[in-house]
Structures are given as structure tokens and as C-alpha cells.
């Protein structure tokens, strides 16, 4: 940690010169020195489903920001603040959605359309405050609107909207901890409350979540000197089939041997992923990309437009982004080559044509739709609680069928992405940056 102190010195000067110095997108922060304090502990909940009393264990994934000016007003913006619930029965929420997978994840975010905002004690050592949030859980996904797909490439679950009542408590004053990089125990209480909703006709239970952690560990570092890097799970899923081929011998006219004919999707992972990290890498967010999960169920192959549901339905996996790779689409051109199931929510998913890797076209498709499960829709589109509008001339612009997205990635981008999978960890200030700021500087998207 020592070293560290003497970095500051060497590395503000090259700083102050890259690109990645200006702050102006941070409006509601001052211009001036900002901290960001991130954290991800697990825990144990004592919840409700109803009448149902659980006890589902979890993960919390914050990341809040602060200046000096915004503590002399005991102001915290609570930049991400996200929970999930791994193996929570989904019978309890609705038995009205049939899933073959009957444990899934319940996750917890604040709502993209509300003005959140945390308290800072000096007196009490606490940062505290009520915030708007939206529930999903993994069998929502099914609800997941349009179903059509013809004007996009991407469907939005719905989710619940509940009120969550934040409070963590500070072993030391945040105004004593002003070093480049520090480190903090707190106890956190959250108690989330939903009534019962109505969601698309779906009648969901009263929800309640109470997490206490008298244990919680917090980092918190200058982001003059440091930058929070985030990092996503993606788990993909190929489908293998088998074909029975007669192959006719050379010297043997009327003799046939029969050769077994194995195929294996998945040429779109190689073809996205260098685009896919580059793009991301510019925004901060790296990926973890697990070994792929092969299906043997030949009929997805070629997946007919109905079919997705019971094809998404297949692999449900509580802490990563499933990404499934069929052959072609029937009709090809489906959804522009690929689309994703819920933007912004744990439960997102995505379904890619290796058609886009076999016309080799469309290097920006698998990071854009990475994009959608960031939690951003196409730049003209309305804002909802999970999913809010992009900057036009970057990859997340719709692109059509063998057309490719623009490689070019935003701050702002940068600045509105979310997923409650998502885990923050702190790193020196690298060099790689975005290419635009906003709209109005990124160019247009055709
Ligand atoms: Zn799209």
C-alpha cells in the first residue's frame, strides 16, 4: 500500500492531460477531486414471499460517489446499488409461468427513472436514506415485451417496484479517510418492501428482503488517481447435433459407409468477443467468459421465431448473462441476427445467429447486445426503471442484418450502464478511454 503514496505524483501529471480526466458528465459531483466507495459482500437475508418466510443467501454489489462539497452538504450519490438472491424457489412468486428450472435469482436495483440520493451523518457515522428500487427474478424473463421483435432487437422484462430503506454505519468518519485508496468496516441494514403486483396479469405476492451484516467491508478511493472497473459474468451455450451421412465409396460404387456428422454452434463467441472486449474495455467493464455450455438438442439449431422461449428456458445459470449461439434463424434475418431477453436485470439473456461470424459483417453485434444487458436501449428510446437510452453514433445504435454496429463507444455510455451482476473493484487510472462523450459529439447512428 505504501508504494501507492508515491504514485500520485508521477501519475497526475500524465492525467491531467488524457481525455480521461474530464469529469464534466458528472454533474451532480463537482468538477473538482470526487471518491467513489464500492463494495460486494455476501450475506444471509431473513425475507418473506407472501405468508412464505426465506432465508436465501446473496450478494450485494455497490458503488457510491462523493466529493468533499458534496459531504459538506451530507450528500451520497448511490451510483449502482445492487442485490441478488441466488437459489430462490420461483414457485413462490407465481406458479403461473411453467420454467424447468425451479430455483432461479431474485435481484434488487434502484430505479433508472428516480432522483436517488443518500444521506451522510458526520454526527452518527452513517450514510442512510430511502430509495426507489425494482425487483426481477429470473422467471420474469418469460414475461419479457415485445414478443414481435420486428422493430428491435431487444424485449424488456418487467419488473416490481418497492421502496428500500438503506442504512450503513461507519467505523471511522469518511472526512478522516482522504488517502488515494482506503478501506472501512460498517454494519449495513437494508429492508426492501413491495406490495402485491400485478405484473402483466401475473399476480405476484407481497415481497420483503431484511438483510443485517455487521461485518461489511467497504473501499474507498480518489478517482484522480484510481478508476472502478467493473466485471460481468457471460456464460455461453452452444447446441450440438448429430446427423447420420452415407458416404459413397471411391472404388466401390454401389458400397456407402455411414460417417457420423457432428456440428457444434458457437462460431459467433470467437468472432464478438475481441470487439466485445475492446468496446466494453473502453467503459471499464471487463468480462469473465465461463467455458460453454453444449446443448444436445438439435431442434434449436435452427431456431424457428417461436421457439425462444423454450430454448432460453433451457440454461438458467443465478450469477452470469447466458449467451446462446444457434446456426441461423428462421428467417434469418430475425431480430437483425441476435436479441436479448431483458436489459439491465440479472435474469437478462441473449440469442446470437452464427450467420453474423459466417458474413463476417458484424464484428460489433455480440457488444451490442452485451450492451442491452448493461441496461441500455437504442438511443432514441424511452428511459424505464432498468433500461435507459444510449448515445447515438456507438455500438449500442441498431444496426439490421448484416450490418455492422459502430465501433465506437461513449462516456455516457459509460456513466448509465448497470446490471446486478455486476462486481466493482478499483484500479490505477489506465489510459484507455472512450471515444465521445455524448450524442452530441459521437455523431449520429446510419
Ligand atoms: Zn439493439
Not at 95 to 115: P, W
Amino acid at each position: 500500500m505504501k508504494a501507492i503514496q508515491f504514485l500520485p505524483a508521477i501519475l497526475l501529471l500524465f492525467i491531467i492531460q488524457s481525455k480521461i480526466f474530464s469529469q464534466e458528465h458528472l454533474s451532480y459531483i463537482d468538477k473538482q477531486e470526487y471518491f467513489e466507495i464500492i463494495s460486494q459482500g455476501e450475506f444471509q437475508s431473513k425475507s418473506q414471499i407472501g405468508t412464505k418466510e426465506i432465508n436465501p443467501g446473496g450478494q450485494i454489489n455497490l458503488k457510491f460517489q462523493y466529493s468533499k462539497k458534496s459531504l459538506e452538504e451530507a450528500q451520497i450519490i448511490p451510483k449502482n446499488l445492487n442485490i441478488f438472491f441466488q437459489n430462490v424457489d420461483q414457485a413462490l412468486l407465481t406458479d403461473k409461468i411453467k420454467t424447468q428450472n425451479k430455483y432461479g435469482s431474485v435481484s434488487i436495483m434502484l430505479d433508472r427513472r428516480a432522483k436517488n440520493f443518500l444521506k451522510y451523518s458526520k454526527r452518527n457515522n452513517t450514510i442512510a436514506g430511502k430509495l426507489k428500487v425494482v425487483i426481477d427474478a429470473s422467471i420474469f424473463n418469460q414475461l419479457a415485451e415485445p414478443t414481435d421483435f420486428k422493430e428491435t432487437d431487444l424485449a424488456l422484462t418487467p419488473v416490481i417496484p418497492a421502496e428500500m430503506y438503506f442504512e450503513i454505519k461507519l467505523s471511522e468518519k469518511l472526512e478522516d479517510k482522504q488517502d488515494a485508496l482506503n478501506k472501512m468496516n460498517a454494519e449495513l441494514i437494508i429492508n426492501v418492501k413491495s406490495k402485491a403486483y400485478d405484473l402483466q396479469g401475473v399476480k405476484i405476492p407481497a415481497l420483503q428482503f431484511v438483510i443485517e451484516e455487521s461485518n461489511f467491508k467497504l473501499e474507498m478511493a480518489d478517482m484522480l488517481l484510481f478508476e472502478s472497473v467493473q466485471t460481468l459474468c457471460l456464460q455461453p451455450v452452444f447446441i450440438r447435433s448429430y446427423k447420420l451421412i452415407w458416404k459413397e465409396s471411391a472404388n466401390w460404387p454401389f458400397l456407402s459407409t455411414p460417417m457420423l456428422s457432428v456440428h457444434t454452434t458457437g462460431l459467433g463467441l470467437d468472432f464478438g468477443i475481441p470487439a466485445l472486449r475492446n468496446q466494453w474495455r473502453k467503459a471499464d467493464v471487463v468480462f469473465e467468459i465461463r467455458e460453454p455450455i453444449i446443448l444436445y438438442n438439435p431442434e434449436f439449431r435452427i431456431m424457428d421465431v417461436d421457439e425462444r422461449t423454450d430454448l432460453l428456458d433451457l440454461v438458467d445459470e443465478d450469477d452470469c448473462i447466458e449467451i446462446y449461439f444457434v446456426q441461423e434463424f428462421n428467417p434469418n434475418d430475425f431480430a437483425g441476427g441476435g436479441f436479448t431477453m431483458g436489459s439491465g436485470t440479472a435474469s437478462a439473456k441473449v440469442v446470437s445467429s452464427d450467420e453474423n461470424a459466417f458474413w463476417g459483417v458484424d464484428e460489433t453485434h455480440l457488444a451490442h447486445e452485451v450492451g442491452h444487458v448493461l441496461g441500455l436501449r437504442h438511443p432514441n428510446a424511452e428511459a424505464t426503471s432498468t433500461s435507459v437510452p444510449g448515445s447515438t453514433g456507438t455500438l449500442i445504435c441498431p444496426s439490421g442484418f448484416r450490418n455492422d454496429n459502430p465501433p465506437f463507444n461513449s462516456l455516457e455510455n459509460m456513466n448509465l450502464i448497470n446490471n446486478p451482476l455486476l462486481q466493482f473493484s478499483f484500479q490505477i487510472r489506465s489510459t484507455i478511454t472512450n471515444d465521445c462523450n455524448e450524442s452530441a459529439d459521437c455523431g449520429s447512428c446510419n
